[in-house]
């Protein structure tokens, strides 16, 4: 088996659990907001948790592992039981991907002291060759996972049913609008997942997580001593 193939394969084994992570804490911190703005429907259903399966869709998983961008099950909301439900259904649907840009922000954190720390390591001709690969394996998965929690940020908030950017929306449009809209959500849902499986969205959307990256790692440049 030739190298290239060796580091593929490794590459791809290491998106699964980053991808779990991802989605996990993802729909875990929508469930945990509605519970906090005084909705326990995604508790009751047992949503309120890191457990992967879970939160699975095995589409948008999969669409995931293939071109980095994809979605899980949505955690399931009852605005009647909201405080103050068009404000609060908004802070539920962005607790998602503001947890990812968190989980983003904290992975390029590690990477920034990590390398500090272990990359000389690696230009030492004595480092025994196990510690050198699992030194940059251990760079090559929150690389990963920077890049893929960051991408799953910027992808949910775009204004597309059911992802959670449109919800935005409903702060935006008139109710009227706004619901004529979403009454077209699995036409527009099938779109979008003819766009990612024909890879017409990934440019853009790579764009844009690359810009979210960039900002993160301007932001710990601020950071004194790192």
Not at 82 to 95: F, G, Q, T
Request: include cysteine; glycine fraction near 6%.
């Amino acid at each position: 088996m030739s190298e290239a193939i060796i580091s593929w394969l490794i590459k791809k084994l290491l998106t699964i659990p980053a991808i779990l992570i991802a989605l996990s804490v993802h729909e875990y911190a929508h469930a945990r907001m509605a519970y906090a703005l005084g909705d326990s429907t995604a508790k009751n259903f047992g949503r309120m948790t890191l457990n992967p399966l879970k939160h699975l869709d095995p589409l948008g998983a999969l669409c995931m592992f293939l071109v980095g961008f994809g979605w899980a099950k949505p955690v399931p909301v009852n605005s009647r039981n909201l405080k103050k439900p068009k404000r609060d259904m908004v802070l539920v649907s962005i607790a998602g991907p503001l947890s990812n840009i968190l989980l983003a922000f904290l992975g390029l954190l590690f990477l920034r002291i990590f390398g500090r720390l272990a990359m000389p390591l690696l230009l030492t001709s004595s480092l025994n060759p196990f510690w050198g690969q699992a030194i940059s394996t251990t760079y090559l998965f929150f690389t990963l996972f920077c890049t893929l929690n960051a991408s799953l940020a910027v992808f949910n908030l775009l204004p597309i049913p059911p992802l959670d950017g449109s919800h935005l929306l409903a702060m935006i449009l008139p109710a009227r609008i706004y619901f004529k809209y979403v009454q077209y959500e699995r036409y527009i849902y099938l779109v979008l997942v003819l766009l990612l499986v024909f890879d017409i969205l990934s440019v853009p959307l790579f764009y844009l997580s690359t810009l979210l990256l960039s900002g993160l790692e301007w932001i710990i440049g601020l950071i004194p001593f790192l």
